[in-house]
C-alpha cells in the first residue's frame, strides 16, 4: 500500500481530528486506519463498508438480495434497477411498493427516471466472512410489453452501501451524500491516472 | 441509409405483390406449335423499382446503388411441345437427379425443386450457363441481360448483395424458369406463342443488419477501500436525429482497478444513430468530462467489409470517471436476457447464488 506511505502525514492528521470530533461510530473506527482516503474537518471516516450482490430470476421477478462481507462495519444498503426505454418494472403486489415491508422507495427520481429502493434494517457486519450477512429479498418485477420485437435486452442492477453513522443522540442514521473534500489532495499526489496508474 | 423495420416488411412486401414464380403456369401451356431448339434464348433479369415499388424511396435508393450478381444455371432439357422436361448434367447425377414428373403447377411443388437444384449446385458446382450483373438502367429499373441460351429449364441464381452501407441485406430464393416461356405460360391466360427473349422479376428479400458499439470506460483512479464499483450506461438508437427512439438498453462495466474496461453491446439495427449516456457514475465517484456521446452503428458485414469510414471493431464511445470523494461503497451487474423463442426469456445470472 503505497498510497499509505505517501499520505501517512494526512492520515495522521486525520486520526487527531478523528480523536477530537463528537461524533463517532462505533468498530468502524478500525477502517479508517486502513484507508488511503484522508478525511476533511472534524468528519469521522467510515470506510471499508463492502457489499455484494445475490440474484435469482422466478417468472421475470428479480430476487436481489445484497450481502455485507466487511467484518467490522454495520451498513445501509440501497438498490437501482436501470433498464433500457422499451421495459419498465414493478412490484409483485403493487408498481410502486416493494411487496418486502424491509424495502421502500424513497420517492425521488433521478434525471434519467430510475429510483433508489432503500434496505430499511441495518445489515450488520459479518465477523465470519463464511457467513456473511444478507438483506431480505427484494422482488423487482420486470414488465416486457407486447410487441416487444427484440431478441435480447439487458437489466443493471446496482446496489450501494454506506456505513452506520450515530448523531448526537445515538440513532443510528445513513449518509448517502457526504464527500471529503480533502480526496482531490489524494487525487492530485497519488500519481495514478487512468491507465497511467501503478498496478 | 436508414431504414426501420416497417420499411423493411414494406419491401418484401413490395416485392411479393409483383413478382410471381414463372413457371406456376407453365404446365398449363397448350402451344399451338413447337418451339423453334435452333433458336437461342435471352433472360432479363429485372427489379422493378418504379411505379408499385417505387413509392418506397429508401428501397429505390438502394436498387438504385446496388450491383447484384445474377447467375443462371441449366438444370433440364425442354422437348419440342415445352411441356416435357428432362435433367441435364450434374442435375441428372445419381439419386439427387431433379424429378419434373408428375410436378404439378403449385408454387411449393416448384419451389422445392428449385431448393433441390440449389442443393445441387452447392454440392457439385457446375459452370454456369450466363451470368449478368442488375443494375439500374434508369427510369426506376434495375435490369441485366444473358444472352445465348439454348432452351430448357434454367436454375436462376442471385447473390446475396448489400446496400451501400451495408445496412441491409438482400437475399434471393433462387427459382427455376422454362425458356422459351409464353403469355400463357406466364399469366395462364392470353397468346402461347413461344417467347424466346424473357424477362423475369427477382425476389429479393430484405435483411436488416445488426452492428455492434464498444463502449470504454477509463477509470482515472480507484478506491481500493470502496472496492469494485460499477458505471451504468443507457444507449438509444435513432434513425434520423429528431426521430423516435427505436432502440434502448442498458449496460454496465465494473471496475476492480484503475484503467479501462470495455463492454460490448450487439445486436443493434445497423445504420441508427445511438446516444450513449452513463446513467450511473458509481457510488463515490463522478464523471472527468461529458456523460454523453453518440455514434453510428455500422453492420458487422460492414466491419468486416472494411468499408470506407467504418472504424475497426466497430463504433467505440469512450468515458473517464474519477474517485469523487464519497464513502459509499457498492457495484453493479448486467443481467442479460436472451429470447427462448417461444415468448419467453433465458437469463444469464452475473452472480453467485446468495447463501443464508
Redesign the interface.
Known amino acids: 500500500m503505497k498510497y499509505i506511505e505517501k499520505y501517512g502525514k494526512v492520515i495522521a492528521m486525520s486520526a487527531a481530528a478523528l480523536g477530537m470530533t463528537a461524533a463517532l461510530t462505533i468498530e468502524s473506527s478500525l477502517a479508517y486506519f486502513t484507508t488511503y482516503v484522508s478525511a476533511g474537518g472534524s468528519q469521522v471516516v467510515n470506510l471499508g463498508a463492502q457489499t455484494t450482490i445475490h440474484e435469482d430470476v422466478s417468472n421475470m421477478t428479480k430476487h436481489i438480495q445484497v450481502a455485507n462481507i466487511s467484518q467490522i462495519n454495520d451498513c445501509f444498503v440501497r438498490v437501482k434497477v436501470f433498464y433500457g426505454g422499451d421495459l419498465s418494472i414493478g412490484y409483485p403486489d403493487s408498481p410502486d411498493t416493494p411487496s418486502n415491508p424491509d424495502w421502500y422507495l424513497d420517492g425521488t427520481t433521478d434525471e434519467n427516471g430510475f429510483r433508489y429502493v432503500y434496505y430499511r434494517p441495518i445489515l450488520p457486519a459479518s465477523p465470519d466472512p463464511d457467513r456473511p450477512s444478507l438483506t431480505t429479498p427484494l422482488d423487482v418485477k420486470i414488465n416486457v410489453p407486447d410487441g416487444f420485437d427484440r431478441d435480447n435486452f439487458n437489466v443493471v442492477v446496482i446496489q450501494e452501501c454506506t456505513p452506520v453513522v450515530y448523531d448526537e443522540s445515538g440513532n443510528a442514521t445513513a449518509d448517502w451524500t457526504t464527500v471529503y473534500s480533502e480526496y482531490e489532495e489524494f487525487e492530485n499526489h497519488s500519481g495514478g491516472r487512468g491507465e497511467e496508474a501503478d498496478d | 441509409m436508414k431504414i426501420s423495420?416497417n420499411m423493411r416488411r414494406g419491401y418484401a412486401l413490395t416485392l411479393a405483390a409483383v413478382l410471381t414464380l414463372p413457371c406456376l403456369s407453365m404446365v398449363k401451356t397448350q402451344a399451338a406449335k413447337g418451339i423453334d431448339m435452333g433458336q437461342e434464348c435471352s433472360l432479363i433479369v429485372s427489379v422493378e423499382i418504379g411505379s408499385e415499388a417505387g413509392a418506397n424511396d429508401k428501397y429505390l435508393e438502394d436498387f438504385n446503388q446496388m450491383s447484384i450478381p445474377v447467375s443462371v444455371y441449366r438444370v433440364a432439357d425442354v422437348d419440342v411441345t415445352g411441356q416435357n422436361y428432362t435433367p441435364d448434367g450434374v442435375f441428372a447425377e445419381g439419386d439427387t437427379a431433379l424429378k419434373f414428373s408428375g410436378i404439378g403447377s403449385t408454387a411449393a411443388e416448384w419451389q422445392e425443386l428449385a431448393e433441390q437444384a440449389e442443393a445441387i449446385l452447392e454440392a457439385k458446382s457446375p459452370e454456369a450457363a450466363g451470368e449478368t450483373v442488375v443494375q439500374s438502367t434508369g427510369g426506376g429499373t434495375a435490369q441485366g441481360r444473358i444472352g445465348g441460351l439454348h432452351p430448357g429449364m434454367y436454375l436462376v441464381v442471385p447473390e446475396e448483395t448489400y446496400n451501400q452501407d451495408y445496412s441491409v441485406q438482400y437475399a434471393f430464393t433462387p427459382y427455376l424458369t422454362a425458356l422459351p416461356s409464353s403469355v400463357y405460360a406466364l399469366e395462364g391466360e392470353g397468346s402461347d406463342d413461344w417467347i424466346y427473349d424473357t424477362t423475369i422479376g427477382l425476389k429479393p428479400e430484405a435483411v436488416p443488419q445488426y452492428g455492434r458499439l464498444n463502449i470504454t470506460k477509463?477509470?482515472?483512479?480507484?478506491?481500493?477501500?470502496?472496492?469494485q464499483t460499477?458505471f451504468?450506461f443507457?444507449?438509444?438508437g435513432r434513425e434520423t436525429p429528431d426521430g423516435p427512439?427505436v432502440y434502448?438498453?442498458?449496460?454496465?462495466t465494473t471496475h476492480s482497478?484503475?484503467?479501462?474496461v470495455t463492454v460490448t453491446?450487439d445486436?443493434i439495427p445497423a445504420g441508427l444513430t445511438v446516444t450513449v449516456?452513463e446513467?450511473?457514475s458509481g457510488?463515490s465517484y463522478k464523471i472527468n468530462g461529458e456523460d454523453t456521446d453518440t455514434a453510428e452503428i455500422w453492420s458487422d458485414a460492414a466491419v468486416e467489409a472494411g468499408i470506407a469510414g467504418v472504424p475497426e471493431g466497430g463504433s467505440t464511445v469512450t468515458f473517464?470517471n474519477?474517485?469523487?470523494?464519497?464513502?459509499?461503497?457498492?457495484?453493479?451487474?448486467?443481467?442479460?436476457?436472451?429470447?427462448d423463442g417461444e415468448g419467453g426469456?433465458t437469463?444469464n445470472?452475473?452472480?453467485?447464488?446468495?447463501e443464508?
Open positions: 423495420k477509463n477509470l482515472l483512479n480507484y478506491n481500493e477501500t470502496l472496492g460499477s451504468a443507457l444507449v438509444e427512439v434502448s438498453d442498458v449496460v454496465s482497478d484503475a484503467g479501462n453491446l445486436r449516456k446513467i450511473y457510488a473517464a474519477e474517485y469523487g470523494g464519497g464513502n459509499r461503497g457498492g457495484y453493479g451487474v448486467t443481467n442479460h436476457f436472451d429470447s426469456w437469463w445470472n452475473p452472480t453467485t447464488p446468495a443464508e
